[in-house]
Nanobody
Framework: QVQLVESGGGLVQPGGSLRLSCAASGITSSIYAMLRMGWYRQAPGKQRELVADIRGGGRINYGDSVKGRFTISRDNAKKTVYLQMNTLKLDDTAVYYC??????WGQGTQVTVSS
């Protein structure tokens, strides 16, 4: 059973930065390396949306609202995917979830952007 644990959320001022991490367990590094890993977010009263994902071959896709500000990366040896978030805006406030293979979800980490 794949388990995902997110970390790195918190409170930050507009224009600030945060780095989220999502560590996977219950899976070998070789299989992990083949998985599509994604970050999603859900703000209060809104649907969950894709923030960014990265495929096993390295192909990356970003949601339109975060292009140029967020960067997704992965370390297959550590079975960890990262989300570097820069120039944060109030609208980035949400619970951020990690997803593996389109199937497994983490518990989420809260990101709050507020002055």
């Amino acid at each position: 059973q794949v388990q995902l644990v997110e970390s790195g959320g918190g409170l930050v001022q507009p224009g600030g930065s945060l780095r989220l991490s999502c560590a996977a367990s219950g899976i070998t590094s070789s299989i992990y390396a083949m998985l599509r890993m994604g970050w999603y977010r859900q703000a209060p009263g809104k649907q969950r949306e894709l923030v960014a994902d990265i495929r096993g071959g390295g192909r990356i896709n970003y949601g339109d609202s975060v292009k140029g500000r967020f960067t997704i990366s992965r370390d297959n040896a550590k079975k960890t995917v990262y989300l570097q978030m820069n120039t944060l805006k109030l609208d980035d406030t949400a619970v951020y979830y990690c997803n593996s293979g389109g199937v497994h979800w983490g518990q989420g980490t809260q990101v709050t952007v507020s002055s």
